[in-house]
């Protein structure tokens, strides 16, 4: 589509992966979206399931694109970004739909914040009487490895409709400068699955760039169709990918205190839950996680 000054080219990226009817839906509700000047490309990850090749000739306009392999979500986003010709760099879940005017704000935030590097804007979970999911948040604590959600859960009644600096991003829905991708390039591929989006806001604001969150514009979320809510493999990354994200960004002192708690409190907390459970997949997915982090 034509763009402009007004209106700066924003390159719509998602992940696909065995999905199919998902990323189907979300297309479908790209269809209302009100800005003017916009690209899509649709990256499949290394899907078994062929049925994605018809959703070109369903949505002609988008731009479809293989890696022949699973890549991560990381890997599967970069593909996607060195194919970019947008000036905005939108990353966005295909287990989402978008509402009419979401993308306004976002290049409005960017127009009037020229220190803004990533944005994100409120994220409510689908079908679930507006519960949110994501305002913002307080970045990870450096010894604890968490960080603290906005709003987690309470009714969406505008009571956030506002546009504020944040610690970070949303995975989600992330959309980033042509700048601050220049700057420090796409999302770090060691991570997989989990904390890249995390990572990646650490190292654009150590380049100098700040976060935004934009409650002026929304999306819906269903959040954790591709792996599932008590999955192996989201226990497997989430465990392994905490203490990677704490070797790569906590220093020093923080560092050993986080190690030490993670050691000696979380980690027996978490495996006395799934032994009590009898969850011995989840068990394993965990351990497995940490060993990772002692092998490399």
């Known amino acids: 589509?034509?763009?402009?000054?007004?209106?700066?080219?924003?390159?719509?990226?998602?992940v696909n992966f065995n999905q199919t009817n998902v990323t189907r839906q979300?297309?479908?509700?790209?269809?209302?979206?009100?800005?003017?000047a916009f690209e899509v490309i649709v990256v499949d990850n290394g899907s078994k399931?062929?049925?994605i090749a018809d959703l070109q000739?369903?949505?002609?306009?988008?731009?479809?694109?293989?890696?022949?392999?699973?890549?991560?979500?990381?890997?599967?986003?970069?593909?996607a970004i060195r194919a970019a010709k947008g000036d905005y760099i939108l990353l966005i879940n295909n287990d989402t739909e978008v509402t009419p005017g979401f993308l306004e704000p976002l290049v409005r935030t960017f127009q009037q914040k020229p220190d803004a590097?990533?944005?994100?804007?409120?994220?409510?979970?689908?079908?679930?009487?507006e519960r949110i999911q994501y305002v913002g948040s307080v970045r990870a604590h450096p010894?604890?490895?968490?960080?603290?959600?906005?709003?987690?859960?309470e009714i969406d009644k505008g009571q956030y409709d506002e546009v504020r600096e944040t610690d970070y991003g949303h995975g989600a829905c992330l959309m980033a400068s042509r700048a601050v991708i220049d700057a420090i390039g796409g999302l770090p591929e060691i991570y997989f699955l989990y904390y890249e989006e995390h990572d990646w806001t650490v190292q654009a604001k150590t380049a100098g760039f700040k976060v935004y969150f934009v409650g002026t514009s929304k999306i819906y979320h269903k959040e954790s169709i591709?792996?599932?809510?008590?999955?192996?493999?989201?226990?497997?990354?989430h465990s392994r990918n905490r203490i990677l994200y704490m070797r790569r960004?906590?220093?020093?002192?923080?560092?050993?205190?986080?190690?030490?708690?993670?050691?000696?409190?979380?980690?027996p907390k978490k495996l006395g839950t799934y032994i009590l459970k009898r969850d011995y997949q989840n068990l394993s997915a965990h351990v497995k996680g940490i060993l990772w982090n002692i092998r490399n």
């Open 57 to 79: 000739i369903e949505f002609p306009l988008i731009n479809l694109m293989f890696t022949h392999q699973n890549l991560g979500f990381a890997g599967g986003n970069n593909v």
């Open 226 to 237: 591709s792996v599932g809510n008590n999955s192996p493999l989201k226990t497997y990354y």
């Open 1 to 14: 589509m034509l763009h402009s000054a007004s209106y700066p080219l924003v390159s719509i990226i998602t």
């Open 49 to 51: 399931d062929s049925s």
């Open 143 to 153: 010894v604890l490895g968490r960080g603290k959600r906005i709003g987690y859960l």
């Open 249 to 267: 960004n906590a220093k020093g002192r923080s560092f050993v205190l986080a190690l030490l708690f993670f050691i000696f409190l979380a980690t």
């Open 26 to 36: 979300f297309l479908a509700s790209l269809k209302s979206i009100t800005y003017p």
């Open 117 to 129: 590097g990533l944005v994100s804007p409120k994220i409510i979970y689908f079908n679930r009487d």
